[in-house]
């Protein structure tokens, strides 16, 4: 292997522990959708990915993209690996990754991995991801109902996916060692959101206004809901949805379930 520096800017450790990357492919579910990798990095994941089925790879690094073209030579002639030298938040502005539907799988780097994850909840291609983020982010997007962590990252990506914090990874198991725990995150999208029949979310455009709507309610996540909504719609309006539900009209955002904000925001469109 070519001595490559890992490079700070592009957020690049890279994980080398055999048992870690078996435990990625066996938390993968069998299936016949594309197979899609960001930031396939020295390609040691890849290896392993392609052992399972082609790979389409997009790397930022040019760098990296020569060393992975020499690596995998022979998987790109018989076209089992694509890969593309681009920055994937680029290709997410121009709308879908993918034009089929696909799974993610990466351990992604850590400086854009809560907008990676949002731009591929929002992709309708997307069926699931499994990735590797930091691990503090990863209970941010997990979070149950309750707990102190529970955000709007919690209810937007629950609102539509099945979330599980699968296992963590210490930090000694990369290349150089990140200064934080990682953890691998499984995002699975419910079938009523893939298939369009969630009446809430029949496009893409939907969700990303149920996402305006949890920026407002969270505007000051101290504050209480009817507060924060009120800077956008009327306060009355605003405390009797809430006492239409049966929630308290001091109720703070974080102190509203998946469904009470499901329901608000449904009401809200109604309106
Ligand atoms: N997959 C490899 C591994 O597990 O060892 C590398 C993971 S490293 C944490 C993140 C990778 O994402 C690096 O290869 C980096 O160059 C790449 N990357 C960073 N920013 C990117 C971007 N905007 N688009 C595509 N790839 C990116």
């Known amino acids: 292997m070519p001595q490559i520096e890992a490079k700070k800017r592009f957020g690049q450790n890279f994980l080398q522990d055999t048992t870690v990357l078996n435990k990625i492919i066996q938390s993968m579910s069998i299936n016949k959708r594309k197979l899609v990798e960001i930031g396939p990095g020295l390609g040691d994941l890849t290896q392993m990915l392609l052992r399972v089925k082609p790979v389409k790879a997009y790397e930022v690094d040019r760098d990296l993209c020569v060393h992975l073209r020499e690596k995998f030579r022979k998987e790109i002639e018989e076209e089992r690996l694509k890969l593309e030298q681009i920055d994937v938040l680029e290709c997410f502005e121009k709308g879908s990754l993918e034009n089929d539907s696909y799974?993610?799988?990466?351990?992604?780097?850590?400086?854009?991995?809560?907008k990676i994850i949002l731009k591929a909840l929002e992709d309708e291609k997307c069926d699931s991801m499994i990735v590797m983020i930091q691990k503090e982010v990863a209970q941010k997007f997990s979070a149950p109902f309750k707990t102190k962590e529970f955000s709007s990252l919690a209810i937007l990506s629950q609102s539509i996916a099945d979330v599980k914090l699968l296992f963590d990874v210490s930090s000694d198991s990369f290349e150089?060692?990140?200064?934080?725990?990682?953890?691998?995150?499984?995002?699975?999208?419910?079938r009523e959101f893939i298939h369009g029949v969630n009446p809430l979310f029949k496009s893409a455009q939907d969700f990303i206004g149920f996402k305006?709507?949890?920026?407002?309610?969270?505007?000051s996540p101290r504050k209480t809901w009817v507060k924060n909504i009120s800077s956008i719609?009327?306060?009355?309006?605003?405390?009797?949805?809430?006492?239409?539900?049966?929630?308290?009209?001091?109720?703070?955002?974080?102190?509203?379930?998946?469904?009470?904000h499901l329901n608000l925001y449904e009401k809200i469109l109604k309106k």
């Open 103 to 114: 799974d993610l799988v990466a351990n992604l780097p850590y400086y854009i991995a809560t």
């Open 176 to 190: 150089p060692a990140p200064k934080v725990t990682s953890s691998i995150l499984k995002i699975v999208k419910k």
């Open 212 to 219: 305006k709507y949890l920026k407002i309610s969270f505007s």
């Open 233 to 260: 719609y009327n306060k009355e309006f605003a405390k009797k949805l809430l006492n239409s539900m049966g929630i308290i009209v001091s109720a703070r955002p974080h102190e509203l379930s998946v469904e009470n």
